[in-house]
């Protein structure tokens, strides 16, 4: 029998830009709102996993993420004593670049765009990481304000490699 969990009251906030969009390529914030299910086995205790075990994973990985810059990869043009530039050129103002430097602990460097379904997989992969291994997947809502959000499905297989995807 699979069973599930869940977990909510949890968020963070960042700042992030999405130099492609034209509303989104300006610097701005969100608060975010994440709600967490957990699926598996139960462990021999006769639980899947005690909560207070569930919410460290939860607020371990969420405190990666707040209060921070979120970067994509591409836009970080030097790292060097203990400072990251960020730098891009938005598409509402291809004639202007942005650059943003802070110390290195203000940025979350991620491999791709920093859009909402790139953050909610990144943030499921690092929930499921600190989870014992009888947890084989997570299912992750994470809204960036009122009404509008998204849902990531993260498991493990039988090797213990991660895949998340996207649900619609």
């Known amino acids: 029998m699979t069973l599930g969990l869940f977990l909510e009251g949890f968020g963070f906030d960042y700042a992030h830009f999405l130099?492609?969009?034209?509303k989104c390529s300006r610097l701005h914030g969100h608060s975010a709102e994440v709600r967490l299910r957990l699926?598996?086995?139960r462990a021999q205790d006769g639980m899947l996993v005690?909560?207070?075990?569930?919410?460290k994973a939860l607020r371990d990985a969420v405190s990666m993420f707040d209060h921070r810059l979120l970067a994509a990869r591409a836009y970080i043009e030097k790292e060097a004593e203990g400072c990251i530039k960020v730098s891009y050129?938005?598409?509402f103002a291809p004639?202007?670049?942005v650059e943003i430097l802070l110390p290195r602990e203000s940025v979350l460097i991620t491999p791709e765009e920093t859009t909402i379904e790139?953050?909610?997989g990144l943030l499921a992969e690092q929930v499921l990481k600190r989870l014992p291994g009888h947890v084989v997947a997570v299912e992750l809502e994470v809204s960036e304000g009122r009404n509008k959000g998204v849902c990531i499905a993260c498991a493990r297989n039988e090797r213990g490699n991660l895949s998340c995807q996207r649900q619609t």
């Open 89 to 91: 050129i938005p598409c």
């Open 118 to 120: 790139h953050v909610g």
């Open 19 to 22: 130099p492609f969009d034209p």
């Open 50 to 55: 005690p909560f207070d075990l569930a919410r």
């Open 39 to 41: 699926f598996g086995q």
């Open 95 to 97: 004639e202007q670049r």
